[in-house]
């Protein structure tokens, strides 16, 4: 079958992540601004990742660009973020908000941890957390602008075995 990694991120998290998956798989890896319909065609599968920014996910406007192309085929998509797994309407909201329907009920999602080092934010994105801290309130706004890393590539287990299946069941 073949098979795409696109991703879209901002800091590494998100890259990080595709990395691991494209060493473990060998699959072909685009970030979603190297990635246009010639490089589409003709694959079957399509995994997608992307962080999240203000409620959006980061591959959105990339998404919307070819979704003609991607409803033909099999879509997994990895959302990598700053909420716990246990938030999951919150999780799946950033999805449902970013994406046409049709694209978000197709995708097999799975949400993973991501990683926030406030002093390598460009200045916009510190100014943007700073206002999104303010209005989470005290506790959960210190949370923020301390930081956070998640990123670690057991998280990636289930998706792991998600495509080891897709992929297996494809050979046979
Ligand atoms: C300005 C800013 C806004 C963010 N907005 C959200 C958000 O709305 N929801 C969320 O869960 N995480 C949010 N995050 C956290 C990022 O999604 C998280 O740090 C992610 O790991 C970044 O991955 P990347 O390095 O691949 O871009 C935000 C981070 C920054 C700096």
Redesign the pocket.
């Known amino acids: 079958m073949k098979s795409l990694i696109v991703y879209q ?7 990080q992540y595709a990395e691991w998956l494209h060493q473990k798989f060998a699959l072909n890896l685009l970030t979603a601004t190297a990635c246009g319909e010639e490089q589409l065609k003709d694959t079957e599968l399509v995994v997608m990742g992307s ?5 959006k996910l ?1 591959i959105s406007n990339w998404v919307k660009q070819h979704s003609a192309t991607l409803r033909g085929k099999k879509l997994v998509l990895f959302v ?4 716990p797994k246990d938030q999951t309407e919150k999780l799946r909201q950033y999805v449902r908000s970013s994406l046409p329907d049709f694209i978000a009920e197709k995708c097999d999602v799975y949400y993973l941890d ?3 080092v406030y002093n390598k ?1 460009l200045r916009k ?1 510190r100014f ?2 700073r206002m ?1 801290a303010l209005f989470a309130g005290k506790v959960n706004g210190h949370k923020m602008l301390a930081g956070y890393d998640g990123v670690k590539e057991e998280n990636l287990a289930d998706l792991y075995q998600h495509l080891e299946e897709m992929l297996y069941q494809h050979a046979l």
């Open positions: 991120g901002r800091y590494g998290a998100t890259q962080s999240v920014y203000i409620g980061e990598v973020s700053g909420t991501g990683r926030l934010l994105d943007m957390l999104g």
